[in-house]
């Protein structure tokens, strides 16, 4: 075959990737979907592109140069593995399999264990950006093995975005170390939209600001610090009119956040590694809670006599500017948390410093900030936490005043600002000098004996809570 690489899957995200590879040097790219209609119309509207059209898989695998590599774009799932297989049934050995949709890193931990068995290269590639970045330069996360890299880095490199003149890929890690990555990326997006969200919420509630005005504030706040892609589409939301009503677009569509899956996956993983992610676990809730129109009704209808709002202090904008970018710096701090632990438990070597780099283009988060994460775990790739680096406890200090003003209107207010809240008070149990976890602990003491430690010296301890309430030494 002449096909440097193929591309499986030929929906939205599969065409745009297809037609990106096709436009850089040195790649020829064969195309192949299960319904050949896609194939055809893909073909004849990019006559550019130079594709080699397979009608059949054989086909496909027959156009392929070897070693050969395909890059899987369909739907994550059980069809993702049905795609496997029959390439997996065809290719030889040392060919490579790239999957380039949001699938579970469990999954892709699995299938890279199968194939790698029957002599084949398996990569989990994340894959950031929409249908535009996918066009024009995606942010890109492949884990697998280095050899799998080393073959696949020309091609990654050729079609990712570029940031600061760099490619935004990198080798993750190894096996679903990429994906896992991909899937911390979505908790994080769901973290920073809620918290916007909940910006717009109080600046509306609160501020009284209108959509149109909205907009220029976001517009603004784009030029600082907050600099991102999804501040940036939120002042365009914010302008459009709805072309029917003539009002706000924002205010004619339905207040329920849908969810393909990916903010569950990453709560259920921090949950699982005990890493306390609660901003993006706000967000996948809140989510959730727009959908239960039941609760929301009913609870409506019980309690119409609610708060007075106050009218907005002087410097509200900015307070709430600066609430945004502490709880923003929480939310990705715990992000970041995430991604190490599960490096550790999954025997991944991630550099949380180059995740951040190739975060900075590309990417639904991308954001001016990203570079500063970058530096500084580039200055000390050991740092525990965001939050204790410098910059970021500099930005936390500096916002710590208005972020508590903001939370305390909020609550006073009766408007919803759970991430906002969540964040700042992550912020301050990180920050205490005690916990009142002592408390759980002799409560837990007391009632199932699961005895505790001591502050003063090392050993474990059982108060004899139903007997003469001594303490005894229990281990
Ligand atoms: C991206 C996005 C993309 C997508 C997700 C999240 O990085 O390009 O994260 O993967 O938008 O599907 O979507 P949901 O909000 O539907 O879960």
Redesign the pocket.
């Known amino acids: 075959g002449e096909a440097t690489i193929g591309v499986i899957g030929l929906a939205v995200m599969g065409s745009n990737l297809a037609r990106n590879l096709a436009s850089r040097e040195g790649n020829t790219v064969a195309v192949f979907n299960r319904t050949t209609a896609k194939t055809d119309a893909l073909v004849e509207e990019h006559p550019e592109a130079g594709f080699v059209a397979a009608e059949t898989i054989d086909d496909f695998v027959a156009s392929l140069a070897t070693p050969r590599t395909a890059i899987i774009m369909v739907q994550a799932g059980a069809g993702t593995d049905a795609v496997i297989e029959q390439l997996a049934e065809r290719f030889e050995e040392g060919d490579i399999i790239v999957d380039g949709g949001?699938a579970d890193f469990h999954d892709t931990i699995r299938r890279e264990e199968e194939l790698r068995e029957r002599g084949l290269h398996f990569v989990g590639c994340g894959?950031?950006?929409?249908e535009e970045?996918a066009l024009n330069g995606?942010s890109l996360m492949p884990g697998g093995s280095k050899e799998a890299w080393e073959a696949l880095a020309p091609a990654l490199r050729s079609i990712a975005a570029v940031a600061q003149d760099e490619p935004c890929v990198t080798h993750v890690g190894s096996d679903g170390a990429g994906h896992f990555v991909?899937m911390v990326?979505?908790g994080i997006?769901?973290a920073d939209m809620q918290l916007i969200a909940e910006s717009y919420d109080l600046l509306r509630r609160i501020g009284g600001h209108d959509p149109a005005s909205l907009a220029d504030v976001y517009a603004e706040w784009n030029g600082g610090d907050l600099e991102s892609y999804l501040i940036e589409i939120t002042a365009e939301v914010l302008r459009q009119d709805d072309a029917e009503t003539g009002g706000p677009l924002v205010d004619v569509i339905l207040d329920r956040a849908?969810?393909?899956?990916?903010?569950v996956w990453t709560v259920q993983n921090a949950l699982g590694l005990g890493v306390p992610a609660t901003a993006i676990g706000e967000a996948v809730f809140a989510r959730a809670l727009s959908c239960s129109a039941e609760h929301r009704d009913a609870v409506r209808s019980t309690f119409s006599d609610r708060p007075d709002v106050p009218t907005a202090p002087d410097g509200f904008e900015d307070d709430v500017r600066a609430a945004l970018y502490a709880s923003k710096v929480v939310a990705y701090a715990q992000g970041f948390d995430l991604i190490r632990a599960g490096a550790e438990e999954h025997g991944w070597d991630i550099d949380l410093g180059a995740i951040a780099r190739i975060w900075r283009g590309g990417?639904?988060i991308r954001a001016r900030f990203l570079d500063r994460i970058a530096e500084a775990y580039d200055d000390d790739p050991s740092l525990v936490t965001l939050l204790a680096h410098p910059y970021f406890a500099e930005a936390v200090r500096d916002g710590e005043a208005a972020w508590r003003r903001v939370v305390a209107l909020a609550v006073t207010a009766g408007v919803p600002a759970p991430a906002f809240g969540s964040a700042l008070a992550s912020y301050d149990a990180l920050a205490s000098e005690r916990l009142p976890a002592a408390l759980i602990q002799a409560q837990r003491d007391f009632f199932g004996a699961h005895t505790y430690r001591r502050t003063d010296r090392d050993g474990v301890f059982h108060t004899l809570w139903s007997g003469d309430r001594s303490e005894v030494a229990a281990d």
């Open positions: 949001n894959i950031s950006g929409g970045g995606p991909k990326h979505n997006e769901y849908g969810s393909k899956g990916t903010g990417c639904i």
